[in-house]
């Protein structure tokens, strides 16, 4: 069966082609109504389907905007990057997801793949200090927008969260519950010491700890990302003679480690150890105790970084190259309240 094209749309529509490209590509002329509706009734029956490969040699720009991050597996950027593509699907595009698995060579590698594919536009979570992403971004000319962190090395629009307020907040809240201090499981020793969240919530926690007149002194522990490794931390710091009354995580899935290490060795949580995490995953209102942590609106940051990447003006007419959004403290059982707020 010969291929439907854009001249038997225009033959049965009784138009021209650059009409018919007109309704198809929404643009960049405005097309009547009526004709229009010829047009799209001619699609329809005929069954025309666009090269989408053509149009995006044509223009430069494919309907794809691509998405790098850490590790999709983690729970906090799988929700980030469906609520990304949800953001995409809305503007008719589509997303490509690549893992760095915090790795230079694998970021950048992705980087190339996808500004190769000229994409729309191409949305970073960046994983570390990313001098090579930088020099490989500037080669390009491409819209990058960095999410979740904004390393030194790369001067792109960002969206990022204010992670310093937030685990200030989380900490003064435990410390309102009494206890002589509250420990901090921050992140690994490569975790760069500006530009990321882990970082920030480690500033955070020694801010409220200073306002408190309290010392941080031998009360900031190391530990992975993940929950997995943050439990073997975790049994061991637990099971220690220097156990603390209270641990702020600097990721909520580093604090479902410890709640799980905590059960392990009968620790009681809240009674005898208060925990509190960062990021809100959908898990932590299901742990055991439910946990208390720092939330932020993913959805709203997600359409943000989209809109930027595509090139849509804001609505506000906002043009600042960082945008920050608030963070809430959602209170649960773990912190020692009674009930959830």
């Not at 007109?22 to 047009?39: D, F, L, S």
């Not at 685990?167 to 509250?182: D, F, I, K, N, S």
Request: hydrophobic fraction near 45%; proline fraction near 6%.
């Amino acid at each position: 069966m010969a291929k439907v094209t854009r001249d038997d749309v225009a033959r049965l529509a009784g138009t021209s082609t650059a009409v018919v490209s007109y309704v198809v590509n929404n643009g960049p002329r405005p097309v009547a109504a009526a004709t229009r509706e010829r047009v799209l009734a001619a699609i329809k029956e005929l069954g025309y389907r666009p090269d989408r490969v053509a149009q995006a040699m044509a223009s430069q720009r494919t309907d794809l905007i691509g998405l790098i991050l850490p590790d999709a597996r983690q729970p906090f950027f799988a929700e980030m990057a469906h609520a990304v593509e949800q953001a995409a699907a809305e503007r008719g595009k589509m997303v490509l997801v690549g893992n760095s698995d915090y790795l230079d060579e694998r970021e950048v590698h992705y980087l190339r793949a996808f500004l190769g594919m000229r994409v729309s536009g191409l949305i970073l979570v960046s994983q570390g200090p990313s001098e090579h992403a930088a020099s490989e971004i500037e080669a390009w000319d491409a819209r990058v927008v960095l999410l979740h962190r904004r390393p030194d090395a790369i001067d792109d629009v960002a969206v990022v969260l204010d992670d310093v307020g937030g685990a200030q907040l989380a900490t003064r809240h435990l410390l309102e519950h009494g206890p002589a201090y509250v420990a901090c499981l921050g992140g690994v020793e490569t975790t760069p010491e500006s530009g990321d969240p882990v970082t920030d919530h480690v500033t955070g926690w020694r801010r409220a700890m200073a306002e408190a007149g309290i010392s941080t002194v031998g009360r900031l522990f190391q530990a992975p990302y993940n929950r997995y490794d943050a439990y073997r931390v975790a049994l061991d710091l637990l099971a220690g003679p220097d156990r603390p009354p209270a641990l702020v995580c600097a990721t909520d899935d580093q604090a479902i480690g410890v709640l799980r290490a905590a059960r392990e060795l009968r620790i009681d949580v809240p009674g005898e150890l208060a925990v509190a995490g960062f990021d809100d995953v959908k898990e932590a209102a299901l742990t055991d105790p439910p946990l208390t942590t720092v939330a932020s609106d993913r959805v709203a940051m997600a359409r943000e970084a989209v809109r930027l990447a595509v090139g849509e003006p804001a609505e506000d007419g906002n043009g600042d190259r960082v945008q920050q959004f608030p963070v809430t403290l959602r209170i649960r059982r773990s912190c020692g309240c009674p009930t959830a707020s």
